[in-house]
């Protein structure tokens, strides 16, 4: 008889003799907080951002400056600071809003087709480089448009930093007196942070109409419209998801905005 | 501290209990990964990994008591993905590295005995990554069947069938292995 000794037992305690005299180093620790640290740069504050906060804090700014491009090349993703998220729920806190950004702005409380005026914000936005630090924070204005039976609308406005320069295309433009008015459409794919890339996300990433966002709970595909336009120094997107709009339409709301309708 | 307690607050942002839950369980999940794995340094990434996804993604731990439970799960998945990957050979400079861990022992029993237990543990190593992860999780774990079947996200059934095999694996290789070591104690204690 070969197997003499308990045989479940001997193995169990083969396993803890094997393994005993391993233990977590403190380098380790470091590793993991490290990485922990990295991912939260990386991921800003997406995480907890509504999908609303997220035409904000990140395609809001993406679609400004046409896919996110900076000449200067230093902000390459942003994120909006929860904690200045200040609210104002009247169209006449806007000289309050407008105070706290810093410069006054051209805005509408209602436009021709409907839409109205139903929240702002002013808040800081921290851009961060390739490395995962922050570059710097900027004031940026949101106005919240509403209209029964249609998707939200988003209006936000601030001075930029550093030199912008567009990559995309723009899918139509307008002139309107001295400022032109470009349309884009873009994907947004908003994946968790777990989310692995299929071969289609890596391929569809590398167009210029198509982005990826990390930091949403669950997988979301929408299609952006936006005009933006630069007026006196000051940027403005006039953007939402899912829009039941043209680029002519909305060509309008913004020649509304700027008062030269 | 209540574990349950430090779950909440982490779930809630709070670091330093991240720290503590990680200080509770640092060297059972080392261990464990290491015995998957094989290799020392892929148990630390191994470990590394599962921690920060315990961080970043405690929120969907739906049941703060259910802690250790899905803390494991992340644990093993990603062990046994590790382990799938990399071949079943311990490399040779970590085997004299665990070696030199286990010296000055004082008898010579001692060293046979822990001998005879690397031996055995060499054994379970050169089982399949399936079988060998069930064997880790039931008898060093002393994880119950249906909770082994929930980390590995398969049947009852299949753990049962892999435990099975494994078993008689190991009779086999070890009715062979123990002879020789078996012999050769006689030899030295005589």
């Known amino acids: 008889m070969q197997m003499k000794y308990d045989f479940e037992q001997t193995i169990k305690s083969a396993l803890e003799t094997e393994c005993q005299d391993i233990t977590a180093s403190r380098s380790l620790k470091e590793r993991i907080d490290d990485e922990i640290l990295n991912s939260q740069k990386e991921a800003g504050t997406m995480k907890h951002l509504s999908v609303k906060k997220l035409v904000i804090g990140v395609a809001a700014a993406c679609l400004l400056v046409g896919g996110g491009a900076f000449a200067s090349g230093h902000a390459v993703s942003f994120s909006n600071g929860i904690s200045v998220w200040d609210n104002y729920k009247s169209y006449d806190d806007m000289d309050k809003a407008q105070e706290k950004l810093g410069y006054p702005v051209d805005c509408v409380e209602t436009f021709s087709n409907g839409y109205q005026f139903s929240e702002m914000s002013v808040d800081d936005v921290d851009a961060w480089d390739e490395d995962g630090n922050k570059a710097y924070t900027y004031k940026d204005m949101s106005i919240y448009y509403e209209k029964a039976g249609e998707p939200d609308m988003y209006l936000t406005i601030h001075k930029p930093v550093e030199a912008i320069e567009r990559e995309k295309t723009p899918d139509a433009t307008r002139g309107c007196g001295d400022v032109t008015l470009y349309y884009d459409e ?26 990826i966002s990390y930091g949403s709970d669950e997988v979301e595909i929408k299609q952006s419209k936006g005009v933006t336009w630069k007026k006196d120094g000051i940027f403005y997107n006039l953007a939402g998801f899912d829009l039941n709009l043209s680029a002519d339409e909305m060509f309008d709301m913004a020649e509304q905005i700027i008062g030269q309708e | 501290m209540n574990e349950e307690v430090l779950v909440r607050q982490m779930k809630e942002g709070d670091k330093v ?10 060297n059972m999940a080392l261990r464990t990964a290491y015995l998957i794995t094989g290799s020392l340094s892929d148990s630390e990434d191994v470990v590394q990994d599962t921690f920060v996804k315990v961080f970043l993604h405690c929120k969907e731990l739906k049941s703060d008591s259910g802690f250790k439970a899905w803390m494991m799960q992340i644990l093993v998945r990603t062990a046994y993905k590790a382990g799938k990957k990399k071949s079943r050979e311990l490399p040779d400079d970590e085997v004299v590295e665990k070696a030199d861990t286990k010296t000055g022992q004082s008898s010579l029993e001692q060293i046979l005995v822990k001998e005879e237990a690397q031996m055995l543990s060499e054994t379970v190593r050169r089982l399949p990554v399936k079988q060998r992860t069930v064997v880790i999780l039931f008898y060093y774990q002393e994880c119950p069947v249906s909770e082994i079947a929930r980390m590995l996200g398969c049947r009852e059934g299949t753990v049962k069938s892999r435990l099975h095999v494994a078993r008689e694996r190991l009779r086999g290789m070890l009715d062979a292995d123990f002879d020789s070591v078996k012999c050769r104690r006689d030899r030295i204690l005589e």
């Open chain 1, 186 to 211: 873009y994907t947004y794919k908003f994946v968790p942070l777990s989310y692995e890339l299929t071969e289609e996300d890596k391929a569809n990433d590398e167009r210029d109409d198509y982005n």
């Open chain 2, 17 to 26: 209990s991240f720290d503590l839950l990680y200080d509770k369980y640092k």
